[in-house]
């Protein structure tokens, strides 16, 4: 069992950067697929990015590619998310998730909320114009 913590969401102004953090209780240093997603109210999730962790294989939706990235920290267990040039349209919970996958060579992860095991319980962000 992996047990996921979000942190670092808060308000801030459009094109003010801020980084999230996932924090895992267990390591999740290689073949993990951990994703971002997000959530507005009145629609499902959907992911914004997800990493395949100790190959560094990455997918980012099309949104948020160039502002976004994500990326892992071995030594603290840690898949941050960083937000550069945040729009109002990226106001949301931002919830990571995560899954051990055996990916073949060059797969990414799969960005479907069902395909992922472990949840952590989000953070708000909202972004200001």
């Known amino acids: 069992q992996v047990q996921l913590v979000e942190s670092g969401g808060g308000s801030v102004q459009a094109g003010e950067s801020l980084r999230l953090s996932c924090e895992a209780s267990s390591s999740i240093k290689s073949r993990y697929c951990v994703g971002w997603f997000r959530q507005v109210p009145g629609k499902g999730r959907e992911v914004i990015a997800n990493?395949?962790?100790?190959?560094?294989?990455?997918y980012y939706t099309e949104s948020v590619k160039g502002r976004f990235s994500i990326s892992q920290d071995n030594a603290k267990n840690i898949v941050y998310l960083e937000m550069n040039s945040p729009k109002p349209e990226d106001t949301a919970i931002y919830y990571c998730?995560?899954?051990?996958?055996?990916?073949?060579?060059?797969?990414?992860?799969?960005?479907?909320?069902?395909?992922?095991?472990?949840w952590g319980q989000g953070t708000q962000v909202t972004v200001s114009s």
């Open positions: 990493i395949y962790t100790g190959s560094g294989r990455t």
């Open positions: 998730a995560a899954v051990w996958r055996y990916l073949m060579y060059g797969a990414i992860c799969s960005g479907e909320e069902s395909a992922y095991k472990f």
